[in-house]
């Protein structure tokens, strides 16, 4: 059982380039959420989905884009990177809001 | 909007000493509050949740964490540390479909 997985776990990308994130979980959660976790700044929400076809914006949603086309994946899209989304990015999903969230073990991004 | 405070950024401890790692939320109406841990390259791992019923909630490991209503406190407690228990510690607090994470602390366990 894989719980929560992320590709790519490592990526390095020029400044303006862009790339997507993909989050596969096989538990059919109905929410599922990306983080970015920065040194002394723990996890901040980016944006998250509470079912299939829906997203909303968390705390530091500018420059993201998400996409929840199927129930087992959530999408992370940077259009533009930039070096101030230099992170490790964090995906995790629940059965609920108020259920413990299962985490994928990260995807470490530097924008040069 | 929920929160979470955290405020040691690290927390240091002899190897069989209780542990301590402090936490004060702020949200409104009833609190969900959760304990995760994060070993180094991993995802952060599920430690245990209060959502209603008994104070003292015990969890995976040997943890165990106090909800106290009036202090807003959700302190995170072992009573005797192991070496393999150094880590990343976060508090978490649940509302509005999502949780609020705190800055973490980072525990170091001295053998």
């Known amino acids: 059982n894989a719980g929560v997985t992320q590709t790519p776990k490592f990526r390095v990308l020029k400044t303006g380039q862009s790339m997507t994130l993909l989050c596969a979980q096989d538990m059919n959660h109905e929410y599922m959420y990306w983080y970015r976790q920065d040194p002394g700044m723990g996890l901040r929400l980016i944006h998250y989905?509470?079912?299939?076809?829906?997203?909303a914006k968390g705390e530091v949603p500018d420059g993201y884009n998400v996409s929840r086309l199927k129930k087992q994946n959530f999408l992370l899209g940077l259009e533009s990177a930039a070096p101030s989304q230099t992170s490790v990015y964090f995906c995790?999903?629940?059965?609920?809001?108020?259920?413990?969230?299962?985490f994928g073990d990260g995807t470490r991004l530097s924008i040069l | 909007a929920q929160s979470v405070a955290q405020p040691e950024d690290q927390v240091n401890v002899a190897e069989g000493n209780p542990l301590t790692v402090k936490c004060t939320y702020s949200?409104?109406?009833?609190?969900?509050l959760f304990w995760y841990v994060q070993y180094p390259n991993r995802g952060l791992q599920f430690l245990l949740k209060y959502i209603t019923g008994d104070n003292l909630v015990k969890g995976s490991y040997g943890f165990e964490a106090e909800f106290n209503k009036s202090q807003t406190s959700f302190h995170l407690k072992k009573p005797s540390a192991l070496v393999s228990d150094s880590a990343l510690y976060f508090c978490a607090v649940g509302g509005n479909n999502r949780l609020a994470f705190g800055k973490g602390n980072q525990v170091v366990v001295i053998p």
């Open positions: 949200v409104s109406g009833n609190p969900y």
């Open positions: 989905s509470v079912g299939e076809g829906t997203t």
């Open positions: 995790a999903s629940s059965w609920t809001g108020g259920q413990p969230q299962h």
